[in-house]
């Protein structure tokens, strides 16, 4: 539940109300983090990032009932930042890649689901993300991506049909 006073003492410097904040909003910025970034290290980056621009700006939040939709979207564009720098340099090839990192092993248990949400179109992926992973109302949603409240509503049933399609095709594929 969101407490308005913690927010409030955050915003007058209070760094113990941000920390305790932060930690009850922790779990699900990583599962975003980890979405976008699709390894333990850069998802730990852009939180880390993350909480770093959102105790910076923390004073400028307009509207305390927002705190947690502001520090998603804070996340988001953050991670969105890492990948397009990570795009100019020149990727490994996989397996030499995968030699040099440890697997990831996620404690998540819809692990297959998790791996369809992150090989969807960043737009569907953002959408879905905060709709299931962060409980965020369309309208919600919507301010938070600045975007009509349609478009998230097609975005969401579009990431949810494409889902649907590759968690088909994986089954089918099994057997």
């Not at 400028?60 to 991670?79: G, P």
């Not at 962060?134 to 579009?158: M, S």
């Amino acid at each position: 539940m969101l407490d308005i006073q913690k927010i409030q003492r955050a915003k007058k410097g209070n760094k113990k109300a941000f920390q305790e904040l932060l930690e009850e909003e922790k779990v699900k910025l990583y599962k975003i983090a980890f979405v976008y970034m699709k390894n333990e290290e850069d998802a730990l980056e852009v939180f880390q990032e993350t909480t770093y621009k959102a105790l910076r700006s923390i004073k400028n939040l307009k509207d305390e009932r927002y705190f947690s939709t502001w520090l998603s979207r804070i996340l988001i564009n953050t991670a969105i930042d890492l990948l397009n720098k990570k795009k100019k340099i020149i990727p490994m090839e996989k397996e030499i890649l995968e030699e040099k990192l440890p697997p990831y092993e996620s404690n998540v248990e819809d692990f297959d689901l998790l791996q369809a949400v992150m090989e969807l179109d960043e737009k569907y992926k953002t959408v879905l993300m905060l709709r299931f992973y962060k409980d965020y109302t369309v309208k919600q949603i919507a301010e938070a991506l600045d975007c009509p409240e349609g478009t998230v509503k097609t975005n969401i049933h579009r990431g949810i049909h494409q889902l649907k399609e590759k968690l088909k095709e994986d089954c089918v594929n099994e057997y």
